[in-house]
């Protein structure tokens, strides 16, 4: 049984980093057939796709947020990672991670429950 | 960018209801278009993918249809457990999810 679990803090600061951390059981990340993902929804708005990292470390963003973001795994530890650069209140939201299957038509079959990050002096 | 568009944005259904949710692409996206169920505090559940696939595990109640642009998402007869908020996501191109539909207990 495959779980993912969000972790990290539940407030920033403004202008601060935003640093999160997927713990994924029941696969490896380094597994073929399969890619790491973040996303995000701020209270009342649509989920926002954040960007990917695949099992060989290489990596996409959402370009609304590139300039800002890094993803990327540690493989010893089984986990991947967000991090976001000079947050504001907007990025306030309910963050998660999933799993994507790496076959068309590339859907999110394994999600954790989501953590709640606030950015607030 | 693809928007999606779902509909309605909440409804009010009964134990044994059928419902149907609507989801509208804004370009062609063929099938690649994904449902998910998500109960507030749990793991968002994938439902169905490339359209009328059902994930391994979801119970048969549920079915999707459509292609290009239309899709439907039904739940023959509604369950207790099934009183969520439902998300279509195109996977076309990179991935946008719709707005969701809550359904709720008439």
């Known amino acids: 049984q495959v779980q993912l679990q969000e972790s990290g803090p539940g407030l920033v600061r403004p202008s601060q980093t935003l640093s999160l951390t997927c713990t994924v059981s029941g696969a490896s990340i380094s597994a073929r057939g399969y890619y790491w993902t973040w996303i995000r929804q701020p209270a009342g708005k649509e989920l926002e796709w954040i960007g990917r990292?695949?099992?060989?470390?290489?990596?996409n963003y959402n370009p609304s947020l590139k300039s800002r973001l890094t993803i990327s795994l540690d493989t010893s530890k089984n986990q991947f990672s967000l991090k976001l650069t000079s947050v504001t209140a907007a990025d306030t939201a309910f963050y998660y991670c999933?799993?994507?299957?790496?076959?068309?038509?590339?859907?999110?079959?394994?999600w954790g429950q989501g953590t709640l990050v606030t950015v607030s002096s | 960018d693809i928007p999606m568009t779902q509909s309605p944005s909440s409804l009010s259904a009964s134990v044994g209801d059928r419902v149907t949710i609507t989801c509208r692409a804004s370009?062609?996206?063929?099938?690649?278009l994904n449902w998910y169920q998500h109960i507030p505090g749990k793991a968002p559940k994938l439902l169905i993918y490339?359209?009328?696939s059902l994930q391994s595990g979801v119970p048969s109640r549920f079915s999707g249809s459509g292609s290009g642009t239309d899709f439907t998402l039904t739940i023959s007869s509604l369950q207790p457990e099934d009183f969520a908020t439902y998300y279509c996501?195109?996977?076309?191109?990179?991935?946008?999810f719709g707005q969701g539909t809550t359904v709720d207990i008439k």
């Open positions: 490339a359209a009328s």
């Open positions: 990292v695949y099992s060989s470390g290489g990596t």
């Open positions: 999933a799993r994507v299957r790496e076959r068309a038509p590339f859907p999110f079959d394994e």
């Open positions: 370009q062609y996206i063929s099938n690649y």
């Open positions: 996501q195109q996977s076309y191109n990179t991935w946008t």
